[in-house]
T-cell receptor, first 120, second 114 residues
């Protein structure tokens, strides 16, 4: 299957700092990337949908000024958590969809390994 | 309001037996369902999917059953193996502009006992 990488895998930062997480599709072009957040024992909650070359679409309740998403190329999307606070501590996962697939029956999202963010 | 529900947070099964993971949904617009498997500290990996025009899809040891009238689907793993121990997420999507967006359940942690 297709490979999606995330960097860093873990990050610990002080409250008030900004953290950037990268998501890359390694062997396919991802016209659409998704950013999820998962709290312990909870489901993956979609934060935003990002399409290459356009502004991200944020889910209700997700602050777009706090979670900045940039999808500058077909293989890279970044999520920046600005002025991070302890309540932002979570597991952030990205996924990517192969842009060449047109049939929804092949609606697979390929997930990255996730980034564990801890804000002190 | 949770649109995809996995009411069993955990399940333990003996190796070689059948594992049955259940998922219920409330949104009647959902027409495509997927199961993902997730190991700790890793992202989910796609396992199997089913379209609402079918009631069964089989892939090796994995079979997904869909009961549209009950808005219920289940994943059967037989025979279960220790390597199947992981968290299984049920996900669903609806047609339309956001048809590639997935709504996930909370997951069921499967433990297969050797």
């Amino acid at each position: 299957g297709a490979v999606v990488s995330q960097h860093p895998s873990r990050v610990i930062c002080k409250s008030g700092t900004s953290v950037k997480i990268e998501c890359r599709s390694l062997d396919f072009q991802a016209t659409t990337m998704f950013w999820y957040r998962q709290f312990p024992k909870q489901s993956l909650m979609l934060m935003a949908t990002s399409n290459e070359g356009s502004k991200a679409t944020y889910e209700q309740g997700v602050e777009k000024d706090k979670f900045l998403i940039n999808h500058a190329s077909l293989t890279l999307s970044t999520l920046t958590v600005t002025s991070a606070h302890p309540e932002d501590s979570s597991f952030y996962i990205c996924s990517a969809r192969d842009g060449h697939r047109r049939d929804r029956r092949d609606n697979e999202q390929f997930f990255g390994p996730g980034t564990r963010l801890t804000v002190l | 309001d949770q649109q995809v529900k996995q009411n069993s947070p955990s399940l333990s099964v003996q190796e070689g037996r059948i594992s049955i993971l259940n998922c219920d949904y409330t949104n009647s617009m959902f027409d495509y369902f997927l199961w993902y498997k997730k190991y700790p500290a890793e992202g989910p990996t796609f396992l199997i999917s089913i379209s609402s025009i079918k009631d069964k899809n089989e892939d090796g040891r994995f079979t997904v059953f869909l009961n549209k009238s009950a808005k219920h689907l289940s994943l059967h793993i037989v025979p279960s193996q220790p390597g199947d121990s992981a968290v299984y997420f049920c996900a669903a999507s609806a047609p339309g502009a956001g048809s590639y967006q997935l709504t996930f359940g909370k997951g069921t942690k499967l433990s297969v006992i050797p």
